[in-house]
Every structure is written in structure tokens, then in C-alpha cells.
């Protein structure tokens, strides 16, 4: 008995010790680890897969779409402005403006809109650059990696492993533009404790870059890669990228007074200062590297590479539509561009180099709806569904600096937005949809989709335009200007601007002069190529031209105030008349025209047509509509210049609509609350404060006086 | 909502012979949830075998069967389903046209596709639950006084769950098949010795004793989208994959095993059953902490003294029955999170690019923590058990100081590890407090009998350490970010779990508080009641009331919510506003029998605490137009407001004093229209309640006539459940937690959007043949 009892008392025990350490070692092989997703190929390229994603849903919904870039860049220049009243988005508004030239910074609730929750830009940026991290060090570590890595020339291996370079280069690259310095983390999973000089930042980025670009292949070319899709990294977007970033590198930029600044070497940074610290911003300085040249150069270098290697990006200098069935004539290739990527989901713009990819109703998408045409519809089921319209055209640009025959001033500023079928005026009042939040970004519209989405808001299926080849031209322009390359700078300005006037009218030597430069002359141009697209801001920032365009819509703004308030209307130089009154009349387009929605209009009289690139889809009803108005267009009278007879168009039907009176109504957002206080010469905070768990987790404190917690 | 059935029913068989007992039980319940489209089903069977073998071998059996059916619906839309306005008929009145546009972003809450209704019956979601476990155990009496048993227990379930959404919301139906199967199994083996031979004033045992846990579950789903519009659940169901091919996912989950192993001895001394004392000691070892850190020990001991046993306690005998002091000390651990938080995880999830299918590989946002280590609970107790006048008073009083070192924590991590959070052992806490129960037989006799039982407890929690750098605080989510203060429920030393954060409010600006200037129509602050301060986001029109209104900060204004501003920085200052969790609770319980009607009347209480009313918050935000055409709760009817109707039927606005006199005479609360949340102490509300949670009355049916149809025992019986509670809460519940936006941090008593507590009735009988 007492056998058989040890003997079970010994099984008992064996159990319970023996392999209890085996035991307690649990796995499923649907948990792997790095080791096994680095394993092979197939894994690797689904890791950077995953890179990708949690770019595209970054870019989408925290940088661009209600994020950073959403919040200031599509309405914060001399171009761009927001639709609602100042005090309604405060969130947004103040650093928008500047933070009321720094005064605002202190008090500014730094999780108000950057929330706190691990949803904001920055932790999202981050959980970018640690899966670049991940598929780098994994590539790094394996032998095929290493081998393609030794070769240096063009391979598969080569290629992803570009790709990740260039996953983090462009995180890193949004991370500086809306935070400064930032911490420097290479090494997935690893805290880096503190942050470091954004210089260095830009050289280890750079140099990464520079390094990878002959192991990759032109956009179109990558092997495994369909030759149409434009949503992966080639070597055509890391020239641009080098491009992108060496001009930024170079820039002047407001950095912080509690920060030793350092290069990719370790050496201090030499500045050269513009204008005065900011007092009200912990000193925060605003210069440039002294060695801004070097960069230039480079940026020189890797843009004509993007030209020499554009792969399957194109730059149309003629429009290649023919006119459509119902007469529509085009004759726009700056508006190709858009009508491209407003058509099939899975379609690419010929122009581009890299966009982000959104998926026809499946997430939320910020064109049509926050960078779009604006649309009072509701949120589902409406013709077209609602479109906020976030991006807002100055009144004073629009204007007074576009010339009236730029082709792209219609293609670019809506004066008209819909809803339900039928095209209404933008009020100047302040708001949003098409109630009011005055001229919007025309750019993107639902009704000139080949498959606008009715069934929800927000879900049109465009993609995110990243990267194009006009952006190459105007860089490699300035790039040129920089380092005295006049003739080839001026030969690619051309290229820009030629195609968007009608022949002889571009009279790009007159516009160098009036411009003061041909410097000044391509970053204006760059203006009116991607006026509303959010570009601008940091254009004038890193530039330094952000004072003098401040200035200069203010103060046409002011005298356009003056003028409506004295005579009721307001001449520009450029001989456009702003009227404190304007006629317009519901037509039948179709009847009179053959179409609902118009194009490229030469007949400046015309009131159905002119301005051009409005009206409303030809055919809602084919999408489910229900309506059966017919009177779907507006006929405008007295856009540009007073009308001559008011009487008379009220005889035929026109109704008078306030116009520039609503401008006077709401003097203080046009006027006062355009980057209130900003004095010229101190420091911009353009820059966001770092949300507290980020600060307190990472170890470091806000700079340019803003709050820690 | 609907008023509801239930049904159960059991039935139970017992038999059999000395050496052999059987058992089996069948039961049913079908219990119709009070909201429409849901409800849950149970069958269960359950078979048991006794059988003893020789003298000194003995063995049973024991299976088990259930199925569990779960009928579910779309809660979001139902939660918040006196929101839903359906007054399209008065906006074609008001405004002469059906546009529901007219409410901007509200227009949600008058459109059709929202009614919360529709939503519910487009929604369908069932799942099945089956489950079966045997059970077997082997008893051995060794030698005399030694007894080892072996008892092994094994366990499967399946579960299938089916989400059909036809729709009309989403703007696309769907359907998604989930079925997932595991095990469970349960190894003991326990040797247990009375050492004998011993005088008859000592008694030692000694108790050995060895666990094996083990459990894994493994899952798979289909997802698709798209289905023809003539398709029903049915027929999606059974045509899965005919569908728009492109949203389409499939997904298959091996499981974690989850194991864990234990050992552990108990030793019991008693002499002369006066007094007693044990130790136990445990060495716990689990498969969800990294190699170095699975095993853990906890020691405990614990004394009692019968003090009534005493001799020089004999004279009391003639009263006291019983008086015993009991002492322990212990420690016990928790692994109560999920495996693999120790290691780096990647995981794949497909995603549609431009049409087409792409599978990826993603690291998991979790820092994995090699480090996390068991939780451990320090408990200490003094305890005392008396019993008088024959029993009819009887009671224990308990003293305990708790506490639970390196808590298991969710928290933030430095975002440029490319992570976003990591568990951690990150505090300590503590809970110190009495426990008091006490019960008084009043009556005790052949016909009557009536007793009293009570309990009071008395808690107190407090946050002893947190782990430096780590920040533990918690943001609710019913006002997304639009939160003032960001942060409500807060973690800090000193303080206990559930403290919350917010603005202390002395109600609203009054015109009295400004000085109005007829001539601009601006109002000014007075000086002395720049100690306050207003939050959140208005109007321009008005802020704009107050003269120094610079076009860009929040200022007070007639009707703006007023805040303690102690700095006098022109912002309300963020302060403690209370803690949840009530220190004082209990219940009390009267039952007794009047021949054969029998009868029991249970209340419970709590005296303190807080209610965080996020509803009543909630309805004061305006949430720019979002809100626009919802309805709201009762407290907005008395908000400030700034509108009157004038003679032709109009709305005006109007800010001038005799106006806004006029207006607001039975006005008790701020204006409604912040476009922030803003979490004010006015609605962090007491939570003392006191609640009639159970009456019974019952009656048993004399046995002589149940006996001539074979029935030994019968009584039928009235219950009802939460029957009143007595609150100052001006919520539906003060009795609330609605689980928190963020993972893992507690926020008792948040109260938004929860389902409510239904008051039930149930009638019954039970037959024993």
C-alpha cells in the first residue's frame, strides 16, 4: 500500500515540477514575433504592408483630415483661411493664426485639439516610424537584406527595404513641420529619451535616403508592383522626398531658445536670424542654417533625378480631352489633375508620384468633404452628401492677386456650392457646408465624380495627393534659383505657369518683375498652383516670406473694407470689382447649354458659365436623385464689376444677393482676426504643443511657452 | 423597451442505493430582455454518479450540458433613443419645407435612418453558447486519517454568433459569422492526514495538495458585405459568400494556452477546539508572465481563540453562546490579465487598397513588459464572532487592513518606441475598514416566526503609491475630446480609486454679477466676482454680451455655467470634486413565517459616494449643431435662455436686462449651449440610496393534500425585485457604472447612457415529489 501510495505522491510531484517550466510556455502560432515575420519575404512585404496602412490612416485622419494639416495648413496663409467664426474653433483657430504672435501660447489647452487619448498626430506619427523601425532593423539583420544592402543597386530587397526608409523620412518629415524637435527613435520598441535637434534629424533622414535611392525603381517600375498603382514608395518619391526635405532643411523655421542646436555630425548649427525672438514664446528664434546652400544643392540634385526618372508620372502642358458628348470643352490640363483623381476608385492622377489610397465608402475621406467644393446636403443619401468645406479662399486673393486669366482661379476657387441638385451661392458669412464660410476650394467637387458616394458623407474614395510633378518643377525651380541656375529655374517656371494661361498671356517675364525676383516668383507661383491645398503656409514659413504675405492680405484686405465701406464696391489692380451686391438667377442650364456642369469658360459675359468649372453633375437622377428641378445652375451678374443696370436684371428674373456687404458685416473675422496681433517681425509659432502623456511619458518639456500638462 | 417575460424551470431526480447516489436535473429559462430584440435563452442538463467501490475506494462522476442562445441588438442607437425626434411633420410647419438640412449636423437626429427603432429592428445578432464538462474524482482512504483524492475535470465549448445588419443605418448590409471552440481542463490531487494517535485535546492536520489549469480557445469569422438587397439573415447565412467579394475578410485565430500551475500545504492545530490555528502556503505559477517572473509565493496565517470555551468564562454561559476571536494575516496573488502582454506580439489584418485585398503584418500598440510580475494582496483581519441569548442574537464584527501591491495597469508609453501603452505593476493601494453583521431572531415559535439580519460596511480605499512617471488618469468618453477638463477621473496618492476631477460650480453669472451698459448693450463683471470663472465654448453673440470680450477667449457672460477661479486667471480651476465610491454600505434583511405563508422584505443602502451624471452633463452641451433637433433630458428645459417668442409668432434674441429677467423666472441652470462637455460639481451628485431590493411572500400548501398526488412538498411563491429606491439622485440610478471609454482604469459610479435596472416580478412554484 505504502508503494502504491509514493508512487503516486512521485507522479504527482514529476507532474507538478518537472515540467512545470515547459508548462508555463505558452504560444499560438497565430501570436509571431519580429524573428518570424523577417523570416521570409512574403511576411516582410506584409509587415510593410502594415507600415503603409498606419500611414494612410495617420495621413488620413490625423494629419490631413481633422488633424494638424486640416486644422492650419488648409486655412491658415494669405490664401487659405478657415469657414467658421473665429471663436466657434478656437482649438484650431488660435494656432492657426499663430497663437496671437505667441501671446496665446501659455494658455493655449494643449490637449484641446491634438487629443490626449493616443489618437493625436504625434503618438500616431510615432506608431509610423516604430513599424518603419521594425521592417528596417529586420531587412538590416537578415542576410538577403545585408547582401541587397552591400550591393547598393537596384533590387527587390533593395526596393522594400527604400520603401521603409521612406515610410520613416516622411513621418519624421510631418513630425518637424508641426512640433520642431522632436525625439529621434531608429530602433523599434526602444525609448530614446528626450529630444533631439531638428537639423539632425534632417541630415540622418537625408542621408538614409540618399543612400537607398539607386537600390530603387521609378514609379510604374517597381517589380511585383501593378505599373499603374502610384500608392507605394518609389525611387521617383524619394528624389522628391530628398527634394521635399532639403528645402525644408534649409528653410528658416522657429526653433526653440532651450535647445543646443545640432547637425547630422554633432557640429552646432550656425544660424542666420530673420526678424526677433519672440518674447511672448520663451524666445523662440526664427532662422536658417548658415550652410542652407549645401541643401539647395542636394535638393537640386535628387529633383532633376524625379525628372529624369519620373517613371509613369506625367506633366501635361496640353489638356488631352476632347470635348465631351454634351459639348463640355476642357482645355485645362492644370484641371486634368483633379477630374483624374475624381474618377475611378482605383484610378491614379496621371501627375503623380505617390498618393495615399482611400477606398470608396469605407473610411472617412477628407476630399470632397473638408477639401472640397462645399455642400449642404445631409449626411447620407443626399445629392451630394454634406461637404463641410474646411478650406476657404481669402476673399482679397481671390480677388485681388490671381490673375483673371489664370486658368487655374476657377479650378481652384469655388463661388457657387450645391445642394440637392442645385448650385447656390457662398455666402461670406461666417459658417459652413454652402451656408456660409465664404469662397471655397473648388479643387474636389462630388458632381464631377465619376461615382460620387451618396449613400454617406465623408467616404468619397479620393485618394491623398502626396506627391505630384508640378511640386518637382516648382522645387527644382527654386533650387535652381538658389544656387544661380537662373535660366533653368526660369525654363521650369515657365513649364508651371504657361500651360495654365492662354497662349501670350502668361507674360512670366513681367510677373519675375512684379515680383521683385525670380525667387519670389516661383514660391508665388507655387501659390496658384496649389492655392487651397494646404501648401502655402509652410512655403512662406521656411521661406521666409511668411511676414510679407501677412501683410499684404491684410492690408488688401483693409483697403477692400474701405472701399466697399465708402462706395459700395472695391477695384483691385489687377481692374476686378468687388461689390458690396451681386445678381444671380436659377436656370435651366441644360436646356440652354446641353449640360449642368461647366468647364473651362472663354466668354467672360457668359453668366451661366463664367467663372468657369461650376454648376451641378449633368445627371444627378442616375445616382437615385429624386428632384425635378430644373432650374439647377446660377447665373451670375456682377462677380467682377458692377452690374450696369440692376433694374433690368431684376426685370428678368435676377435676384440681388449680398456679397461684399456681407464681408462688412463680418469686418473683425476677415480683418482683425487674420493672424490677430502678429506684429512681422517676431518669431511665428507656427509650431503645436506635444500632448501631455506624450510629454510627461517622453521626458522632455514643451518649448515656445507652451504648457506642459 | 417593453415590459418582459422570463420563464425557468427546473426539474430534479435523486435516488439510489448506500453505495451507489444518482442525480439528475433539467433546466430551462427563457428570459425576454426589456429592450425590444433581445433576450437570452438556457437549457442545461446535469447527470451525477456516486459510487463507492470497496471501503476504502470510492468514485464519481459528474456531467454537464448547456446551451446558452443570446439575442443582442444595436445598443449605441438605443441607449441614447430619447434623443431621436421624429418632427419632420413640424418642420415642414415651422419652416415651410421638409429640409432637414435646416439642423445642420442635428439632422441625425430627425431622419428616419436614426430612429432608434429602425435601428434596432435592422440589427440582428445571435449567438449560441454549448458547453459540456465531465467530471471525474477518485477518493482513497489511505491509512486511517489519510485520504487522497484526484479529481479531474474536462471541458469543451463552441460558440457560434451570427451579426446580420441590414443596412438602412450603415448605408450597406453586412454579415459576419464568428464561431470559436476551446477546452478547459482541471487537474487536483490533494493528500490529506489527521494525525492520529493524538491526545483528544490536540488536533493536527496536514493537508498537501497540487493544481494544474489549462485552457485554450481558438476563433475564426467571416465577414462580408454587400449581399443582394432581397437577401434576409436567413438566406445571407446560408449564401455567405455571395457577396460584394471585396470587403470580405476571413479571419482564423489560434489561441493562447492559458496554464497554470500551483502547489500548496495546509497545517490546522486546534486544541480543545478552543484554539486553532493554520498556515498555508502557496507557490503559483502562470504561463502569462515572462519565464523569470511566473512563480510567485504567498504565505498566510491565521489564529482563533474561542474565548466562550474559557473556563473562567463559565459564569457567562448562561447568556453567551459564543465569543471568538479570529487573527490573520496573508497574502494572495492575481494574474487577471491576458497572456502574451510580456512579449512582442505581430498579428495580420487584411485591408482593402483600391479594390483589392491586402494582408498585413502589424506589431501589436502594446509595449510588451517582461517585467510584469504578480499582483499581490496583503490581507490582515481581526475578527470577532459572538452569539447571546441562545443564539437569537448572533453576529461578527471584522477589522481588515488591506493591501494590493504592483496592480496590474494599463498605461500610457513613450510614443517614440513606435508603442502606445504597456501594462504595468505601476501602484499600491489600500483598503482599510469594519465589517459588521448582526441577527435578531424576534419571534421564534411553532406559527410565527420573524428575524432580522444586518450588515454594515465600511470601507475606505486609498491610492498609496504610483509607480513614478506613470500617469494614470482616465478620460470618459461622452463628450469625446470636447471634454473640460480633459482628465475626470483621476489616480493620486492620497486619494482613493474613483476620484474625479472637474470644476466646482456656484450655479450660473447672474445679471446681478455685471454691470449693463444700455448704451453699447455690453455687460461688465463686477470686480468681486472675478474669483469666478466660466468654461467650455459659446456663441459669439453670447460671449459678445460681456464688454471685454476680445473676439478670441471664453468669457463670463449673464446665463455662462460660474466655476471657482481661486487664481483669478480668467479659467475655472480644476479641483477635486469627490469620490465615487461611498465608504458607508449595507443592507438589511426581515424574514419570518406565519404558519405556512412565509415572507422576506431585503433592502440595501449606501450612504455617500458620488454619481458622476454624465447624462444630465451631456444635455448641456451644445456640441456645436449636432445636437441640433435632439431631444434632451429635463434639466435643459430649466437652462438660461436667450430667446423669446414675440407677437408674430418669431423667435427673437434678446440680451438686454429686462429680457433676460423676463425669460428665464423659473431658470435653475447654466445656458445649454457650451460646445464643450464640461464636467461640473454640480452634476457629481451624492449617491446615497436606499433600495427595496427583494420582497417574497410565499406559501407552502398543506401536505395533506399534496400527498395524494404524490407530492411531498409544494409552495408557491410572489417575488418582485427593486421595488423603490429612495435617492437624491436626479438620474434614473444612483446604483451606476457604465464602463469606461478607456481600457482598464476604473471609473465607478460614471453614470451615461447605461442600461437601465429593471423592476421585475416573478411567480413560482416548487415541487418536490
Known sequence: ?709 | MRTANSWNHDVSISGGTEKTKIYAAFNYTDDEGIRINSGYKRMGANFKIDQKINKKLSVDFDLRYAKTALIGNHFDNATSAYRYAPIDADIIELYGTNDPNLLGMGSQNVEESYNPYTATKQYDYNKDVYRVRARGGLSWDVIKGMKLRSELSLGRNWTEAQTWDGGQVSGINSAKLEKSNGYNVRWVNTLNYEVQGLSKDHSVSVLLGQEILSSKSNSSSYYGQGYPEEFTKKIAFGQLTMNDVTNAAYNNTIGTPVHSSSVFARANYSYKGRYMLTGTFRYDGSSKFAPNEHWASFPAVAAAWRISDESWMEETSDWLDNLKLRLSYGTSGADNISASLWKGTWTTKSITVDGNTVITYVPGSMKPNPDLKWETTTSRNLGIDFAFLNSRVRGSVDFYYNSTDDILMQVPCDASTGYEYQYDNVGETSNKGIELSLAYDIVRSDDFNLSVNMNYNFNRNNVEKVLEGARCDTHNGWASSMLQPYYDYIIREGEPVGTIQGYKSHGYFTLDDFDYDAATGKYTLHEDQKKYATAGNYPAALLGMNADYDGKSVVPFPGAPKFEDDDKDGEADEKILGHARAEHTGGFNISGNYKAIDFSIGFTYQIGGKVYNANAMNSFKGDKDTNAGANRLYYAGKAFRYHTVDANGDLVFDTTPDALRAINKGTKYSTMMSEYGVVSSEFIEDASYLRLNTMTVGYTLPRNWTKKVGVTNARVYVTGNNLFCLTGYSGLDPDVTTSSATGGFPTPGYDFNSYPKSRSFTVGANITF
Not at chain 1, 498603382?229 to 524619394?238: D, E, H, L, R
Not at chain 1, 487655374?408 to 451661392?425: L, Q
Not at chain 1, 526660369?490 to 517675364?509: C, H, M, N, Q, V
Request: with cysteine; glycine share 10%; net charge negative.
Open chain 1, 1 to 709: 500500500m505504502k508503494k502504491l501510495l509514493y508512487t503516486t505522491l512521485g507522479v504527482v510531484g514529476a507532474v507538478t515540477f518537472a515540467a512545470c517550466d515547459d508548462f508555463l510556455e505558452t504560444n499560438s502560432p497565430s501570436v509571431v514575433d519580429a524573428d518570424f515575420v523577417f523570416s521570409n519575404t512574403t511576411t516582410a512585404r506584409a509587415a510593410l504592408e502594415g507600415g503603409y496602412e498606419a500611414w494612410r490612416s495617420t495621413a488620413n485622419s490625423y494629419v490631413f483630415g481633422a488633424g494638424l494639416f486640416y486644422a492650419a495648413d488648409i486655412a491658415g496663409s494669405d490664401i487659405e483661411r478657415h469657414p467658421e467664426a473665429y471663436a466657434n474653433q478656437k482649438a484650431r483657430h488660435i494656432p492657426e493664426s499663430f497663437y496671437s504672435n505667441g501671446t496665446l501660447t501659455s494658455t493655449y489647452d494643449i490637449d484641446s485639439y491634438s487629443s490626449n487619448d493616443n489618437s493625436g498626430a504625434y503618438v500616431k506619427l510615432f506608431d509610423v516610424i516604430g513599424k518603419a523601425n521594425a521592417v528596417i532593423q529586420g531587412i538590416e539583420e537578415s542576410a538577403s537584406g545585408k547582401e541587397a544592402i552591400a550591393a547598393g543597386t537596384q533590387s527587390k530587397i533593395g526596393q522594400m527595404y527604400g520603401e521603409a526608409i521612406a515610410l520613416r523620412a516622411t513621418a519624421y518629415r510631418e513630425l518637424i513641420k508641426y512640433y520642431g524637435d522632436v525625439p529621434f527613435a531608429t530602433v523599434f520598441g526602444e525609448a530614446t529619451g528626450g529630444l533631439a535637434p531638428r537639423d539632425s534629424i534632417y541630415d540622418c533622414i537625408l542621408a538614409d535616403l540618399i543612400k537607398v535611392e539607386p537600390m530603387m525603381y521609378p514609379v510604374g517600375k517597381i517589380p511585383g508592383v501593378a505599373a499603374t498603382a502610384k500608392n507605394y514608395f518609389s525611387q521617383t518619391y524619394v528624389d522628391g522626398l530628398i527634394g521635399r526635405i532639403a528645402l525644408e532643411a534649409a528653410g528658416y523655421q522657429t526653433r526653440r531658445s532651450d535647445i543646443t542646436y545640432r547637425d547630422g555630425k554633432g557640429n552646432e548649427v550656425q544660424f542666420e536670424k530673420l526678424g526677433q525672438a519672440n518674447a511672448n514664446a520663451d524666445n523662440a528664434f526664427y532662422a536658417r542654417r548658415s550652410d542652407y546652400k549645401d541643401l539647395y544643392e542636394m535638393a537640386k540634385t535628387y529633383f532633376k533625378n524625379a525628372i529624369d526618372h519620373a517613371g509613369s508620372a506625367k506633366f501635361y502642358t496640353v489638356d488631352p480631352r476632347a470635348t465631351s458628348k454634351a459639348g463640355q470643352v476642357f482645355g485645362n490640363p492644370f484641371q486634368y489633375f483633379f477630374q483624374q483623381m475624381m474618377e475611378d476608385d482605383a484610378a491614379y492622377a496621371d501627375e503623380s508620384i505617390y498618393e495615399y489610397p482611400m477606398q470608396y465608402n469605407v473610411s472617412s475621406d477628407e476630399r470632397t468633404y473638408s477639401s472640397g467644393r462645399p455642400g449642404k446636403g445631409g449626411t447620407k443619401d443626399a445629392y451630394p452628401c454634406k461637404c463641410y468645406g474646411q478650406a476657404r479662399i481669402n476673399p482679397a486673393y481671390y480677388y485681388g492677386i490671381f490673375d483673371p486669366n489664370d486658368m487655374r482661379r476657377d479650378v481652384t476657387v469655388a463661388v457657387t456650392g450645391t445642394t440637392e441638385g442645385t448650385e447656390v451661392i457662398l455666402p461670406f458669412t461666417p459658417g459652413s457646408q454652402s451656408n456660409g464660410g465664404g469662397l471655397g476650394l473648388n479643387k474636389w467637387d462630388d458632381n464631377r465624380m465619376t461615382k460620387p458616394n451618396t449613400i454617406a458623407q465623408r467616404k468619397s474614395g479620393i485618394n491623398g495627393p502626396y506627391m505630384r510633378m508640378a511640386e518637382i518643377y516648382l522645387g527644382y525651380a527654386e533650387a535652381c534659383a538658389v544656387t544661380g541656375d537662373d535660366a533653368t529655374a526660369k525654363e521650369y517656371l515657365k513649364k508651371i505657369r504657361e500651360r495654365s494661361f492662354p497662349a501670350g498671356l502668361a507674360k512670366t517675364d513681367q510677373f519675375i518683375t512684379d515680383c521683385g525676383s525670380l525667387f519670389n516668383a516661383i514660391i508665388e507661383e507655387r501659390g496658384f498652383e496649389y492655392a487651397g491645398e494646404g501648401d502655402r503656409r509652410f512655403t512662406l514659413i521656411r521661406t521666409g516670406r511668411i511676414a510679407w504675405a501677412i501683410k499684404r492680405i491684410k492690408d488688401l484686405t483693409t483697403a477692400m473694407m474701405d472701399g466697399l465701406q465708402a462706395d459700395g464696391y472695391y477695384q483691385f489692380d489687377n481692374d476686378n470689382i468687388i461689390s458690396n451686391t451681386i445678381y444671380t438667377k436659377a436656370v435651366d442650364a441644360k436646356s440652354e447649354k446641353g449640360y449642368r456642369l461647366t468647364t473651362q469658360c472663354t466668354d467672360t459675359t457668359d453668366p451661366i458659365t463664367y467663372p468657369g468649372w461650376r454648376g451641378v453633375n449633368d445627371d444627378w437622377s442616375l445616382f437615385g436623385w429624386t428632384g425635378t428641378t430644373t432650374t439647377t445652375n446660377l447665373a451670375i451678374q456682377g462677380l467682377f464689376a458692377p452690374v450696369a443696370d440692376a433694374t433690368a436684371l431684376t426685370n428678368d428674373g435676377y435676384k440681388a444677393v449680398a456679397w461684399g456687404s456681407d464681408l462688412l458685416t463680418n469686418r473683425t473675422e476677415y480683418e482683425t482676426n487674420l493672424f490677430p496681433e502678429y506684429d512681422y517681425v517676431s518669431a511665428p509659432v507656427y509650431l503645436w504643443p506635444i500632448c501631455p502623456n506624450a510629454v510627461a511619458t517622453g521626458g522632455f518639456h514643451n518649448g515656445y511657452g507652451f504648457k506642459d500638462e
